[in-house]
């Protein structure tokens, strides 16, 4: 997990509003890139993965933006709602079957 | 079940005693992983099965840690005279072959020693 970091560790956001959550990597071989939600008291459930040879990828409520000039990944969150209160990871996969993994972003989503 | 399946969810050993954590993953999943993960931090991983197959053990902190998979689906970590450093979460996770399938992971084991 050495070569994948978060910009910040927690994030407050009002209830409604999108979310943008930052990751930044170092590991150029890096060829998948995995974002995981974790709530507490569970395992990291995946969110959207995004290959290396894509810029953006949108899912339900989610885009993922990777750029590669400057070796950033991130998480936009549209509406924001209560549920999406958890940890946030990044995790890169460069080829393998492992995945490291940065230390997390904390959302806190006010009513 | 339809999830990877962890037991037990708590265990509490005090230092120098054995630990076993199970886990039962998706099936038909051709691969599992374990991972740990102190407390604050991403997942570490440990070690990586391909059916019965340990192919990647890199990441077990010491020879205290042990790991298996006999038939291929059932996994048990082992830790061995547990230390105090050793407390963490303890994630099991399970994949189909391609290597950039989504990971499906457990709830856990979360180890405290006393």
């Known amino acids: 997990g050495e070569s994948v970091g978060l910009h910040l560790p927690t994030l407050s956001v009002q209830e409604g509003d999108n979310s943008i959550i930052n990751c930044a990597y170092s590991n150029s071989a890096s060829d998948y890139f995995i974002w995981y939600k974790q709530e507490s008291g569970k395992g990291p459930q995946f969110i959207i993965g995004?290959?290396?040879?894509?810029d953006k990828r949108q899912g339900q409520r989610v885009t993922v933006l990777l750029n590669k000039t400057v070796k950033h990944l991130s998480l936009q969150i549209a509406a924001t709602q209560p549920g999406d209160s958890a940890v946030y990871f990044c995790a890169e996969n460069s080829g393998d079957y492992k995945l490291s993994f940065g230390a997390g972003t904390t959302v806190t989503v006010r009513a | 079940g339809a999830g990877v399946s962890q037991s037990p969810r708590y265990k509490v050993a005090k230092r120098g005693q054995d630990v076993a954590l199970r886990c039962d993953p998706i099936s038909g999943h051709v691969s599992l992983f374990w991972y740990q993960q102190a407390l604050g931090q991403g997942p570490e991983f440990l070690t990586y099965f391909q059916n019965e197959a340990q192919l990647d053990k890199s990441g077990l902190p010491s020879d205290r840690f042990f790991a298996e998979r006999p038939e291929g689906s059932v996994s048990t970590l082992k830790i061995q005279r547990t230390q105090q450093e050793d407390s963490a979460v303890y994630l099991c996770?399970?994949?189909?072959?391609?290597?950039?399938?989504?990971?499906?992971f457990g709830n856990g084991t979360r180890l405290t020693v006393t």
């Open positions: 996770a399970s994949s189909r072959e391609d290597p950039n399938s989504p990971l499906h």
């Open positions: 995004i290959r290396s040879n894509m």
